[in-house]
Nanobody, 125 residues
Framework: QLQASGGGLAQAGGSLRLSCAAS????????MGWFRQPPGKEREFVAA????????YVADSVKGRFTISRDNAKNTVYLQMNSLKPEDTAVYYC????????????????????WGQGTQVTVSS
């Protein structure tokens, strides 16, 4: 199972780091992604990282502010969020590719098969 944590309340311009930890499974060999669902809106893609960690992709809305990384030894994936904006307010979820050793993590190419419980991020202006 995947469990996202690290959310909370932040001021605009501040930072938070989200973690996605796995229990009962390994994240090694699997692409990982972060998604978010703002209030009243649909879930949207935020960032993804290849199983090897050698390739990442982030949405235009967070490019230059958010960074995804992973530590396979700790079986954990991170989302570093800097320069937060009120529009970043959402429930953030992590997910794992259902297929191991995927060649890409570009949106639309991954079958996200394992979803964690979300963590709330609220950014005040």
């Amino acid at each position: 199972q995947l469990q996202a944590s690290g959310g909370g309340l932040a001021q605009a311009g501040g930072s938070l780091r989200l973690s996605c930890a796995a229990s009962g499974r390994t994240l090694s060999g699997y692409g990982m992604g972060w998604f978010r669902q703002p209030p009243g809106k649909e879930r949207e893609f935020v960032a993804a990282i290849k199983w090897s960690g050698g390739s990442t992709y982030v949405a235009d809305s967070v490019k230059g502010r958010f960074t995804i990384s992973r530590d396979n030894a700790k079986n954990t994936v991170y989302l570093q969020m800097n320069s937060l904006k009120p529009e970043d307010t959402a429930v953030y979820y992590c997910a794992a590719d259902s297929r191991p050793f995927g060649s890409t993590v570009l949106p639309g190419t991954v079958r996200w098969g394992d979803w964690g419980q979300g963590t709330q991020v609220t950014v005040s202006s």
